[in-house]
C-alpha cells in the first residue's frame, strides 16, 4: 500500500518555524516543482496564514490562494479550518462559515481539514456541511493530546461520531508532537478496525521521535502522513519529505514521489530559509528538538510564537517558567487540547502567570469567554478553584455556542458597500475586523464609511495549529 504524502512547507512549515512569515513571492517560486512532485495534496492556506498575510505582511490571502491555484493544475491544494472558528479567534455566525467555506473551493481549495480545538463536534457541523455542500473533500481532524480523559476509545468514539457527520477522511492532529509509536500503532489499529475512513496523521518532529511515530503508524495502516521539504522540516515543523521518499523507497509503502522535482524545490527553499534566518525571523532554536515537550505538550507553532512574545518584552529568560507553567494551566482548564485558538489562550495566561507571579491575577477576556463555555465543552472538568476566582457565580452555557450568533454576512456587505469590492473582502473584514480594514484601506486606497464600529480582536496571531 503507496503511503501518500502531504508537503507541509507552504502552511505549516513556516508557520511553525517562523511565525507564518514566508511570502506570497517566496511561496510561489516553489509551487511549480512541488505540483509536478506527485503529492497527495499540498497544505497552503489556513492556519494562521491569512491573519499573517494581512496583518504583518501587507498580502492578500485570497490573491495568494489564487496564484497558487494557477502555478499548481496537477495537485490538490488543502487548507486547515478551525470549525466554527474558521482562521480566527472567536465563533462565528453559520453564515459567515458557509460563505467562507464556498469562497475558499471557489479560489482553489479542494481539500478542506476541519477541527475543533475541544474536539467538541457540536463546532463542526456548520463546515461539514459547508464544504460537502460545495463539492469540496471534508477531512476531518481530531486534536490529538494526552490526558486522563484522551484514550483511545475516545478517539474511537469521535471518529464514528465524524464518520457519521459525512467526513471523506480523518486526520490525527498531533499538532504538539507528542504521540508516541507505540500509541501511534495503537491508535491507528483501533480507529482502522472501527472505521472505513482513509487515515491521515499529522505530526511535528518537536519532540525528535516523530519519524519512529510514522513509521508505526505506516506499519499499522495509516494511509496518508504530512511531511515538510526538508529546508523547513524538524525542530517545531514536521519530519522531512525527502527523508521518508527513502526510508519508503522499494518498500510496500512507496511514496512514489519525483526526488529530482523535491532536491530543485529545496535548493530553491534553502536560499529563502537562509534569508529568514539572517535577518532573525526564523529563531534557530525553533529548529532544535526538544523531548521535554511530550511533557509540556506544546505545539510548535505556539513555541514560535511563544518565544516571539518573551523576546519582545526581554524576557527570554523566562522561557522555561513559561513552558512549565503551561500543563498547569492546561489542567487548570479541563485539559483541553493545546490547538489554536486555546493553545493561545493558555499560552498567554502561563505568560501572565510567570510574569505577575500570582497565577490568574491577569486573566484575558477569552479565557474568561472560555471558561463561560463560549468555545464549547472542555473535555474534563475545570478546577473548581481558578472557576470561582475567574468567573464566580456567572451562568456557564451548555448548548452550541454558535446557536447564540445571529447572521452577520449581509449586514456586513451592506455596512461597508463601496468599500469592499467582493465577498472575499467582506469576510476578511468579518475575521480579522481592523486588521482587515487597514489592509484594504491601503490596497484600494481609501477608507471605508460604515454606520457602526466593526469588531475589535485581542488575541494575537494563532501560531499553535
Same mark, same amino acid.
Given at each position: 500500500?503507496?503511503?501518500?504524502?502531504?508537503?507541509?512547507?507552504? !502552511?505549516?512549515?513556516?508557520?511553525?518555524?517562523? &511565525?507564518?512569515?514566508?511570502?506570497?513571492?517566496?511561496? =510561489?517560486?516553489?509551487?511549480?516543482?512541488? %505540483?509536478?512532485?506527485?503529492?497527495?495534496?499540498?497544505?497552503?492556506?489556513?492556519?494562521?496564514?491569512?491573519?499573517?498575510?494581512?496583518?504583518?505582511?501587507?498580502?492578500?490571502?485570497?490573491?495568494?490562494?489564487?496564484?497558487?491555484?494557477?502555478?499548481?493544475?496537477?495537485?490538490?491544494?488543502?487548507? @486547515?479550518?478551525?470549525?466554527?472558528?474558521?482562521?480566527?479567534?472567536?465563533?462565528?455566525?453559520? %453564515?459567515?462559515?458557509?460563505?467562507?467555506?464556498?469562497?475558499?473551493?471557489?479560489?482553489?481549495?479542494?481539500?478542506?481539514?476541519?477541527?475543533? &480545538?475541544?474536539?467538541?463536534? !457540536?463546532?463542526?457541523?456548520?463546515?461539514?456541511?459547508?464544504?460537502?455542500?460545495?463539492?469540496?473533500?471534508?477531512?476531518?481532524?481530531?486534536?490529538?493530546?494526552?490526558?486522563?480523559?484522551?484514550?483511545?476509545?475516545?478517539?474511537?468514539?469521535?471518529?464514528?461520531?465524524?464518520?457519521?457527520?459525512?467526513?471523506?477522511?480523518?486526520?490525527?492532529?498531533?499538532?504538539?508532537?507528542?504521540?508516541?509509536?507505540?500509541?501511534?500503532?495503537?491508535?491507528?489499529?483501533?480507529?482502522?478496525?472501527?472505521?472505513?475512513?482513509?487515515?491521515? *496523521?499529522? +505530526?511535528?518532529?518537536?519532540?525528535?521521535?516523530?519519524?519512529?511515530?510514522?513509521?508505526?503508524?505506516?506499519?499499522?495502516?495509516?494511509?496518508?502522513?504530512?511531511?515538510?521539504?526538508?529546508?523547513?522540516?524538524?525542530?517545531?515543523?514536521?519530519?522531512?519529505?525527502?527523508?521518508?521518499?527513502? #526510508? *519508503?523507497?522499494?518498500?510496500?509503502?512507496?511514496?512514489?514521489?519525483?526526488?529530482?522535482?523535491? /532536491?530543485? &524545490?529545496?535548493?530553491?527553499?534553502?536560499?529563502?530559509?537562509?534569508?529568514?534566518?539572517?535577518?532573525?525571523?526564523?529563531?534557530?532554536?525553533?529548529?532544535?528538538?526538544?523531548?521535554?515537550?511530550?511533557?509540556?505538550?506544546?505545539?510548535?507553532?505556539? *513555541?514560535?510564537? @511563544?518565544?516571539?512574545?518573551?523576546?519582545?518584552?526581554?524576557?527570554?529568560?523566562?522561557?522555561? /517558567?513559561?513552558?512549565?507553567?503551561?500543563?498547569?494551566?492546561?489542567?487548570?482548564? +479541563?485539559?483541553?487540547?493545546?490547538?489554536?485558538?486555546?493553545?493561545?489562550?493558555?499560552?498567554?495566561?502561563?505568560?501572565?502567570?510567570?510574569?505577575?507571579?500570582?497565577?490568574?491575577?491577569?486573566?484575558?477576556?477569552?479565557? !474568561?469567554?472560555? =471558561?463561560?463555555?463560549?468555545?464549547?465543552?472542555?473535555?474534563?472538568?475545570?478546577?473548581?478553584?481558578?472557576?470561582?476566582?475567574?468567573?464566580? %457565580?456567572?451562568?456557564?452555557?451548555?448548548? !452550541?455556542?454558535?446557536?447564540? @450568533?445571529?447572521?452577520?454576512?449581509?449586514?456586513?456587505?451592506? /455596512?461597508?458597500?463601496?468599500?469592499?469590492?467582493?465577498?472575499?473582502?467582506?469576510?476578511? #473584514?468579518?475575521?480579522?475586523?481592523?486588521? &482587515?480594514?487597514?489592509?484594504?484601506?491601503?490596497?484600494?486606497?481609501?477608507?471605508?464609511?460604515?454606520?457602526?464600529?466593526?469588531?475589535?480582536?485581542?488575541?494575537?496571531?494563532?501560531?499553535?495549529?
Amino acid at each position: 500500500m503507496s503511503v501518500k504524502i502531504v508537503e507541509t512547507s507552504m !502552511r505549516d512549515g513556516h508557520q511553525s518555524l517562523m &511565525a507564518t512569515r514566508m511570502t506570497t513571492k517566496d511561496i =510561489l517560486s516553489i509551487i511549480p516543482e512541488l %505540483d509536478q512532485a506527485g503529492f497527495h495534496a499540498l497544505e497552503v492556506w489556513g492556519g494562521a496564514t491569512f491573519d499573517a498575510c494581512l496583518r504583518f505582511l501587507d498580502e492578500d490571502p485570497w490573491e495568494r490562494l489564487r496564484e497558487i491555484k494557477k502555478l499548481a493544475p496537477n495537485t490538490k491544494l488543502q487548507m @486547515l479550518f478551525r470549525g466554527q472558528n474558521i482562521l480566527g479567534y472567536r465563533h462565528y455566525p453559520d %453564515d459567515i462559515v458557509d460563505k467562507f467555506v464556498q469562497k475558499s473551493i471557489e479560489n482553489g481549495i479542494d481539500i478542506i481539514r476541519i477541527f475543533d &480545538a475541544l474536539n467538541d463536534v !457540536r463546532n463542526l457541523k456548520s463546515a461539514v456541511d459547508a464544504t460537502k455542500k460545495y463539492g469540496g473533500h471534508c477531512q476531518i481532524a481530531l486534536s490529538y493530546t494526552t490526558s486522563p480523559v484522551h484514550t483511545i476509545d475516545y478517539y474511537v468514539k469521535l471518529a464514528q461520531e465524524v464518520e457519521a457527520m459525512g467526513a471523506d477522511s480523518l486526520c490525527i492532529k498531533d499538532m504538539a508532537g507528542i504521540l508516541l509509536p507505540t500509541d501511534a500503532y495503537n491508535l491507528i489499529k483501533a480507529l482502522k478496525q472501527n472505521t472505513k475512513l482513509p487515515i491521515n *496523521l499529522h +505530526g511535528h518532529a518537536t519532540a525528535g521521535i516523530m519519524e519512529a511515530t510514522y513509521m508505526k503508524a505506516i506499519e499499522a495502516g495509516v494511509d496518508i502522513i504530512d511531511t515538510a521539504l526538508s529546508p523547513l522540516s524538524g525542530g517545531t515543523s514536521q519530519v522531512a519529505t525527502e527523508s521518508f521518499y527513502h #526510508i *519508503l523507497k522499494a518498500t510496500p509503502y512507496d511514496t512514489h514521489l519525483d526526488i529530482n522535482l523535491l /532536491k530543485k &524545490a529545496a535548493e530553491k527553499l534553502t536560499v529563502i530559509k537562509d534569508a529568514y534566518l539572517k535577518n532573525g525571523i526564523l529563531n534557530p532554536k525553533a529548529l532544535t528538538s526538544n523531548p521535554n515537550i511530550l511533557e509540556y505538550q506544546v505545539p510548535g507553532g505556539m *513555541l514560535s510564537n @511563544l518565544m516571539s512574545q518573551l523576546k519582545e518584552q526581554n524576557q527570554m529568560d523566562d522561557y522555561e /517558567k513559561v513552558l512549565k507553567e503551561v500543563p498547569i494551566v492546561r489542567k487548570d482548564l +479541563g485539559y483541553p487540547p493545546l490547538v489554536t485558538p486555546i493553545s493561545q489562550m493558555v499560552g498567554t495566561q502561563a505568560v501572565m502567570n510567570v510574569m505577575t507571579r500570582d497565577p490568574y491575577k491577569i486573566v484575558s477576556k477569552e479565557v !474568561r469567554e472560555y =471558561l463561560h463555555g463560549l468555545y464549547g465543552k472542555a473535555p474534563a472538568k475545570v478546577n473548581a478553584l481558578v472557576l470561582a476566582k475567574i468567573i464566580g %457565580d456567572d451562568e456557564i452555557i451548555t448548548h !452550541r455556542p454558535a446557536d447564540d @450568533l445571529p447572521p452577520e454576512f449581509e449586514d456586513l456587505k451592506k /455596512k461597508y458597500e463601496g468599500f469592499a469590492k467582493s465577498d472575499e473582502d467582506i469576510l476578511s #473584514i468579518a475575521l480579522f475586523g481592523k486588521v &482587515a480594514i487597514s489592509f484594504l484601506e491601503k490596497k484600494y486606497q481609501e477608507k471605508p464609511k460604515p454606520k457602526q464600529e466593526v469588531y475589535a480582536f485581542s488575541v494575537t496571531v494563532g501560531d499553535g495549529d
